[in-house]
């Protein structure tokens, strides 16, 4: 009886604390009702989870202007009202590519890429912008194979923002043909914006 009871207590107090998984135990009895040795344990999730428990897709990462983002080393990203900026171990100095210089149409999905290469690394970035919804993964098609991204974007919802990513080289790679394909995904899995380059 000490035992039912003890037992019965621990599930109340399993019970009764928010958020936690239940767990259930089933112990196998045989023709005399008595328990064998083996048990089963199975994991269930409460009924009604609360909405703050729920996984959220990922978003990107709100950076401030200028603030500095290493992809690896000597590989840097930074963002500014005006548009990308990034670095790599061959072009210290830094490059650009500009949002506001009528190139490219912020009202339409669109995805660019930039590639460059060492012995080392694959060094890819781009910048996403115009699609529907919340962006929150990059998917690339590679020479190396299939290759997620990290995203950044200004705060307050400028309409675009910068993908990244780094991949080991590929013998006899061409940096100007190692990705064939970019697509940027929303949080609720569809095409934000994509480029094919076959």
Partial sequence: MKRTLKYLAGAAVTAAVAGMATMSYAAPHDTAGRATHSATVTAAAP???????????????????????????????????????????????????????????????????????????????????????????????????????????????PGWGVWYAVADPVANDDSWNFVSEVTVRTTKGKVYASLSLR
């Fill in 47 to 157: 009924a009604a989870a609360p909405a703050a428990a729920k996984k959220h897709a990922s978003t990107p990462r709100i950076v401030e202007p200028g603030e500095r983002v290493t992809g690896a080393p000597g590989f840097e990203l930074w963002l500014t009202p005006e548009g990308k900026h990034w670095t790599t171990p061959d072009m210290p100095e830094g490059q650009f590519r500009s949002v506001v210089d009528g190139n490219i149409d912020l009202g339409s999905p669109g995805v660019s890429v930039q590639s460059e290469g060492t012995p080392e690394r694959v060094y890819l970035s781009g910048l996403y912008y115009g699609g529907k919804g919340t962006a929150s993964v990059v998917e690339l098609e590679t020479q190396a194979g299939p290759l997620r991204g990290e995203l950044l974007e200004l705060p307050g919802r």
